[in-house]
């Protein structure tokens, strides 16, 4: 068997053509095998028929081994000429031919145009950096967002339990209660700056 690897023919045919040629090997050799097995059975049946026979089926046996050890080396013989012949002549893909899905390899590029992929390899290379970088700063805007939500809804909770608290102290409303508790807040808020001008100006006075 050729030891080339032939994988070119390969990728066209599906399968290497060594493959394909011991395949064809073993089932020459089997079906020698099946005929020389079918001739020993006719020559068995032959001999049955002749009375006073003296040649006994071992011995029929041994010459049957004998001529099939005579074929086999002539058919190997044969076989190995044949794979010869197929593997240069039918089975291989000449080099100047190109499959179709390597036609894109036909025409050489110039080293502008190397220059030019090379350029745009760097380019796409940037592009993806920044991407990277963008969608980075984006989950940590989503984690403190995340951060924010559980705090607001921290809070929510609380004035719902205030509003709760509220409710079993007789105040009909929390939010109407927190308003005037802020108005009122201001109020004494300026009442107690009107206090502190006032004893300021009684200081000076």
């Known amino acids: 068997m050729s030891v080339d690897p032939m994988t070119y023919e390969a990728q ?15 089932a020459f050799q089997d079906y020698l095998f099946e005929v020389m097995q079918a001739v020993e059975q006719v020559i068995l049946k032959k001999l049955d028929g002749i009375p006073d026979c003296d040649i006994s089926p071992v011995q029929i046996r041994k010459c049957t081994e004998k001529f099939l050890c005579f074929m086999k080396g002539h058919f190997d013989n044969l076989f190995s000429k044949m794979e010869q012949l197929f593997l240069q002549l039918i089975l291989r893909i000449p080099s100047n031919i190109l499959l179709p899905e390597d036609k894109c390899k036909e025409t050489p590029y110039s080293e502008e145009d190397f220059q030019h992929l090379q350029k745009e390899i760097e380019q796409l290379q940037e592009k993806y950096k920044t991407e990277l970088c963008t969608k980075q700063a984006l989950l940590a805007e989503l984690e403190e967002q995340k951060i924010v939500q559980a705090t607001l809804k921290q809070t929510l909770t609380f004035f719902d339990e205030l509003q709760n ?7 009909s409303d929390f939010r109407e209660s927190l308003v005037s508790l802020v108005q009122n807040s201001r109020k004494l808020q300026n009442i107690r700056d009107g206090v502190e001008k006032e004893s300021k100006r009684l200081k000076i006075s």
């Open 12 to 26: 066209f045919f599906g399968f290497t053509p060594q493959t394909c040629m011991l395949r064809i090997y073993i």
């Open 165 to 171: 608290v509220g409710r079993d102290h007789g105040t």
